[in-house]
């Protein structure tokens, strides 16, 4: 997110969709990865 920042200077609300956008992005592409590796361990 400081990269992002840095990048492109952002507004108080555009910084907390951004940072909400990216938070749900990394959050689904960690529980794709993630729950695979769960079911072979169960």
Known sequence: MLGIKKL???E???Y???G???FI???IVGL???I???RDKW
Request: net charge neutral; charged share 10%.
């Open 8 to 10: 492109y200077p952002l």
């Open 12 to 14: 108080e609300t555009t």
């Open 16 to 18: 907390w969709i951004t």
């Open 20 to 22: 909400g956008i990216l």
């Open 25 to 27: 992005i990394i959050s």
């Open 32 to 34: 794709k990865i993630y």
């Open 36 to 38: 695979p590796m769960l």
